[in-house]
Nanobody, 121 residues
Framework: QVQLVESGGGSVQAGGSLRLACAAS????????MGWFRQAPGKEREFIST???????LYADSVRGRFTISRDTAKNTMYLQMNSLETEDTAVYYC???????????????WGQGTQVTVSS
């Protein structure tokens, strides 16, 4: 049974930083495509970043240069380091796992429960 559990969300002022974690069980982050998405109130779920099993990374234009995706294979955990946070980054952040390098949420098979990130001005 695959389980993804996010942590690290919270409230921060604009310009601050947070690091999200996604602990995986039932699959290995080393051999899966792991991604981050977010959904703000009243908006569709949005692609943020993904990391392929080879280490290839993709980012949304809105976060490139500010967010960094990574993984710790020993801990079977994926991370999202978020710097220079903006109020527009406020959303529920979800981690996801799949087998295809993609920006589409439909290509991911497993999802975490989400963690709230709130950025205030």
């Amino acid at each position: 049974q695959v389980q993804l559990v996010e942590s690290g969300g919270g409230s921060v002022q604009a310009g601050g930083s947070l690091r999200l974690a996604c602990a995986a069980s039932g699959l290995t982050v080393r051999s899966s495509v792991m991604g981050w998405f977010r959904q703000a109130p009243g908006k569709e779920r949005e692609f943020i970043s993904t990391i392929y099993w080879t280490g290839v990374q993709l980012y949304a234009d809105s976060v490139r240069g500010r967010f960094t995706i990574s993984r710790d294979t020993a801990k079977n955990t994926m991370y999202l380091q978020m710097n220079s946070l903006e109020t527009e980054d406020t959303a529920v952040y979800y981690c996801a796992a799949g087998n295809r390098l993609s920006r589409r949420d439909l290509d991911y098979d497993y999802w975490g429960q989400g963690t709230q990130v709130t950025v205030s001005s």
